[in-house]
């Protein structure tokens, strides 16, 4: 070869090289996926193949969902709660696409509930029909938008695009390589049909679903068949969380299940579809396989019932568990202290830590525990109070005490003491027991235990994150159990305190004790009399005016009562005179508290003004069903007027004009459940989603599960939940 062709063939060389890059820049890598990706969820569209035939046919897409630890998404029945994974598709002309198809689910309990999705990964595959007679080299763009709902201990709506383009080829397109794998896992885990064919029927109140046919003794009877599971394609069907009782004989194998509210309806439909999940261990090796099922309504022959499965029982929802439930009460502990309701108690606790800071280290850590102590044993006795009544047919959840009048009246009064004594109005010494100033310390440690107990007292109207999932699943357990959880959520609570007491490094950078204590105390009762002022309220939406005007002389004649206890303290009277003025003051108190209402009060005359931004509808029962029944999009609000989480949600976001606009734009229902006096229907209502106590927030669409938001609300995550 000559110089010169030497030279020419370097340069062809190089050519083909250069456009072998081009090729794979423009045609293949750069256009083989898409992605979007928040804090939560990443999602990514990505082909089967490098491009998209001529002639026409069908090219596969798979949606590739990868969840960030503790995040999940949802099958297409979400189980109790949750949003199916949706896709909204901008296609060419004479484009098409399939139904999607979904990789089996897993069990995700929660507290009571038990939803149906995924976790670190899921791949949706989509069929797209591609039509015939398209132009060879033209760019063919096609555009999804993907909505889902991202869940932890929160829920977050989430929505983005993912966009690709593909080269129209004259022949076969190559495989995407990028992609094999996923494709290859993803069909892997795809159901298979059933080989066995399936039937279903519902007796008094129970679904069976049969796969007859199978030969289920042997592998039941020696264990190698763990377990087997029901998902159902439709949500209502089932009860998400009740055990799947398993039963076999000669002629296949059954399953058994509380039936849902669709046959309480009698809305169930005459083919039963779904996937049936099995788990087995063969050889020491476990393998998990779905099949699909389209089970006819009929009878089930007692050959395929007539053993009943003693092992592991599909269905058995993984535990929320003591130790998650535990936890999820101490976090919600910790949160409480920074609620408006109580931060004003626990600051005082502050100022308790900083006069004993600088003091023996015994001292510091005696008031620490002190204060756990009547934070602990408030809690213990609200649990038992409230389990005990439950177990006893009240449907009464947390803040339960607030629904009765005499309790929000005394709470008033209490609280109304507390900010006199902040004044400087009234105090009260150690010698008014008789009992002298060398008692003094004593005192000051029984003052952290009464600083624990208040903060408990006022810790009622407030619902922290974490607690509700926490003490709902307590409300379900044997009462010591249920004691427990409440003790670690009132553990929680004092948590910081406690830990302080027990640093002395921490306490020596606290500031030294002096008058500025007195004005920062005087300051601090400011906000107690804030609170005063609100538990009128509430009262005022319990009673009549004229007992709120009873209870408004009532606190007149406390003040004055304990500014004339103020002046026979100075003047050095004796104790039997001091303990004569104190008994006047708990007197006073009493009666006003007493001669409220008893039992269930009926609404005042403001009763449920507390909201109302935009037109609701009274909760029921029966209304809810109504409307569901007439397919309406409905969103539940299950609020109290003593609730403060709930009154600040509705101020931050019910009064938004862009929520009320997305209400009317949409045709949304808004139904309130008002919990601020006792109703039974609303307490069914919050024990069924597995919530101690309001706020609740449930949207209801059509043809879906119900969809529970967070306990603190954004403006965009309710116009993201009604509006898509």
């Known amino acids: 070869m000559t110089p010169v062709q030497d030279s020419l063939f370097k340069r062809a060389l190089m050519a083909l090289a250069l456009a072998g890059l081009a090729f794979a820049l423009f045609a293949g890598p750069a256009s083989a996926a898409s992605s979007f990706a928040t804090d939560r969820v990443r999602v990514e569209l990505m082909p089967e193949q490098a491009g998209l035939p001529a002639e026409g046919g069908t090219v596969w897409l798979a949606l590739r969902q990868t969840m960030t630890p503790g995040w999940h998404t949802y099958w297409k029945n979400p189980g109790d709660s949750g949003e199916p994974t949706d896709i909204e598709w901008t296609l060419p002309d004479g484009f098409s696409v399939g139904d999607i198809l979904w990789q089996p689910p897993e069990r995700q309990p929660y507290g009571p509930l038990v939803n149906f999705g995924y976790e670190g990964e899921a791949i949706l595959l989509v069929p797209l029909m591609v039509p015939a007679g398209l132009?060879?080299?033209?760019?063919?763009?096609?555009?999804?938008?993907?909505?889902?709902l991202a869940c932890a201990d929160i829920c977050v709506p989430e929505d983005g695009p993912v966009d690709i383009s593909l080269?129209?080829?004259?022949?076969?397109?190559?495989?995407?390589?990028?992609?094999?794998?996923?494709?290859a896992r993803a069909r892997e885990a795809l159901p298979q049909p059933s080989p066995w064919d399936a039937r279903f029927n519902e007796v008094d109140g129970t679904l069976r679903v049969a796969l007859l046919g199978g030969d289920f003794a042997g592998p039941l009877a020696d264990g190698s068949i763990e377990s087997v599971f029901l998902f159902p394609d439709t949500t209502g069907l089932i009860d998400n969380a009740a055990p799947q009782q398993i039963s076999y004989g000669t002629e296949g194998l059954t399953l058994s299940i509380p039936a849902g509210a669709m046959f309480r309806r009698d809305a169930a439909p005459e083919t039963l579809r779904g996937l049936i999940r099995i788990e087995e261990e063969v050889a020491g090796e476990h393998f998990s396989r779905a099949i699909t099922i389209n089970a006819p309504r009929g009878e089930i022959p007692a050959g395929a019932t007539a053993n009943t499965f003693a092992g592991a029982r599909g269905g058995t929802p993984g535990d929320f568990g003591i130790g998650k439930a535990a936890l999820f009460a101490l976090l919600g502990g910790?949160?409480?202290?920074?609620?408006?309701?109580?931060?004003?108690?626990?600051?005082?606790?502050?100022?308790?830590?900083?006069?004993?800071?600088?003091?023996?280290p015994w001292r510091v850590r005696l008031h620490g525990l002190s204060y756990t102590a009547g934070i602990l044993v408030s809690f213990t006795a609200i649990a038992a109070v409230l389990i005990g009544l439950r177990a006893a047919g009240a449907e009464i959840g947390w803040g339960f005490q607030l629904q009765s009048p005499q309790v929000v009246a005394g709470f008033a009064a209490l609280l109304f003491l507390v900010g006199l004594n902040l004044s400087g109005v009234f105090s009260i010494g150690t010698s008014i027991m008789g009992l002298g100033g060398s008692l003094a310390e004593r005192r000051g440690v029984s003052g952290s235990f009464f600083t624990g107990v208040l903060a408990v007292i006022v810790a009622a109207p407030c619902t922290a994150p974490f607690m509700g999932l926490a003490l709902g699943f307590a409300l379900t357990q044997p009462a010591l159990v249920g004691i427990a959880i409440f003790i670690a959520l009132g553990f929680g609570m004092a948590l910081p305190y406690l830990l302080l007491s027990f640093a002395p490094a921490l306490l020596r950078l606290l500031p030294r004790p002096g008058a500025w204590m007195e004005r920062v105390k005087q300051v601090l009762a400011l906000p107690i009399y804030i609170w005063v002022v609100y538990l009128l309220w509430v009262l005022a939406q319990q009673v009549s005016t004229s007992v709120l005007a009873m209870m408004l002389f009532a606190l007149l004649a406390l003040a004055g009562l304990a500014w004339g206890y103020?002046?026979?303290?100075?003047?050095?009277?004796?104790?039997?005179?001091?303990?004569?003025?104190?008994?006047?003051?708990?007197?006073?108190?009493?009666?006003?508290?007493?001669?409220?209402?008893?039992?269930?009060?009926?609404?005042?005359?403001?009763?449920a003004a507390h909201v109302d931004a935009f037109p609701s509808v009274p909760y029921s029962e029966q209304a809810l069903a109504d409307l569901r029944a007439n397919d309406e999009t409905v969103f539940v609000n299950f609020t109290a007027a003593w609730c403060i989480t709930c009154l600040l949600n509705e101020r931050v976001v019910f009064s938004d004009p862009a929520v009320a606009a997305r209400f009317e734009e949409t045709g949304t229902i808004y139904m309130k459940g008002d919990w601020t006096n006792r109703d039974a229907e609303i307490a069914r209502a919050l024990e069924r989603f597995g919530r101690p106590g309001v706020p609740l927030y449930v949207v209801y669409r059509p043809g879906r599960a119900p969809q529970v938001l967070p306990q603190v609300l954004t403006p965009d995550i309710l116009l993201h939940a009604i509006g898509d």
């Not at 132009?135 to 993907?146: M, N």
């Not at 397109?173 to 992609?179: D, G, I, K, L």
């Not at 609620?339 to 003091?359: G, R």
């Open 135 to 148: 132009s060879p080299g033209a760019q063919i763009e096609l555009r999804a938008h993907v909505f889902w």
């Open 167 to 183: 080269p129209v080829v004259a022949n076969a397109p190559v495989q995407n390589y990028a992609a094999v794998d996923v494709f």
């Open 334 to 360: 910790l949160i409480l202290n920074l609620m408006p309701c109580v931060f004003p108690i626990v600051f005082l606790k502050a100022l308790t830590f900083v006069s004993v800071a600088h003091e023996r």
């Open 566 to 607: 103020e002046r026979f303290h100075t003047k050095g009277p004796s104790s039997l005179a001091r303990l004569a003025a104190l008994a006047i003051l708990v007197a006073v108190m009493g009666a006003s508290v007493f001669a409220l209402p008893r039992g269930g009060a009926a609404p005042g005359p403001n009763a």
